[in-house]
T-cell receptor, first 115, second 113 residues
Framework: DSGVTQTPKHLITATGQRVTLRCSPR?????VYWYQQSLDQGLQFLIQ???????AKGNILERFSAQQFPDLHSELNLSSLELGDSALYFC??????????????FGPGTRLTVL | AQTVTQSQPEMSVQEAETVTLSCTYD???????LFWYKQPPSRQMILVIR????KQQNATENRFSVNFQKAAKSFSLKISDSQLGDAAMYFC??????????WGAGTKLIIKP
């Protein structure tokens, strides 16, 4: 158990809908990262937040947005969902802003299925 | 462009033997970090080992060790005394100055009893 929690574990929805994925980092960690893993693929970095502020941005679609709240939990919002958005979404956390020197600890992921 | 390549989609090894998973990367930077992550069937992503590029000594964690060849941009993972619990997807990842963790496509490791 990494100490990172993600809810829900599974999510099934229809095209065009909007969903929110939630992540709570490990105690004491200030950075949260979001990744997308499509079937049998490596991970794609989406976005990083540090202490409430956006720190780095990857290949995140305009239909996706994220935020980190004062209690440091983070939410990833996915809207106008398409079939291709079906994937495993991981959240990871680390102690500082430095994604380079920190080790990122991953949550169990949220499996999103868009029908 | 920063890329990570894992040329072996699948590897198999007999239990208790040694296996090496390959990883190469492309970067023009001199200071960066490399990681191996393991993803078992549970899909949990677990850090196996990390290597700082400025360190010449290869990282080791119990049965897991790396062969880091900076000039060749190679970062292979050696698993000694393979166990059934080592069966998983193994991902090599790189992080450079843009703070983005770049991942390889993964190698599926099968352990034969």
């Amino acid at each position: 158990d990494s100490g990172v929690t993600q809810t829900p574990k599974h999510l099934i929805t229809a095209t065009g809908q909007r969903v929110t994925l939630r992540c709570s980092p490990r105690s004491g960690d200030l950075s949260v990262y979001w990744y997308q893993q499509s079937l049998d693929q490596g991970l794609q970095f989406l976005i990083q937040y540090y202490n409430g502020e956006e720190r780095a941005k990857g290949n995140i679609l305009e239909r996706f947005s994220a935020q980190q709240f004062p209690d440091l939990h983070s939410e990833l919002n996915l809207s106008s969902l398409e079939l291709g958005d079906s994937a495993l979404y991981f959240c990871a956390s680390s102690p500082s802003a430095s994604a380079r020197t920190d080790t990122q600890y991953f949550g169990p992921g949220t499996r999103l299925t868009v029908l | 462009a920063q890329t990570v390549t894992q040329s072996q989609p699948e590897m198999s090894v007999q239990e208790a033997e040694t296996v090496t998973l390959s990883c190469t990367y492309d970067t023009s930077e001199s200071d960066y970090y490399l990681f191996w992550y393991k993803q078992p069937p549970s899909r949990q992503m677990i850090l196996v080992i990390r290597q700082e590029a400025y360190k010449q000594q290869n990282a080791t964690e119990n049965r897991f060790s790396v062969n880091f060849q900076k000039a060749a941009k190679s970062f292979s993972l050696k698993i000694s005394d393979s166990q059934l619990g080592d069966a998983a997807m193994y991902f090599c990842a790189y992080i450079g100055s843009n703070y983005q963790l770049i991942w390889g496509a993964g190698t599926k490791l099968i352990i034969k009893p």
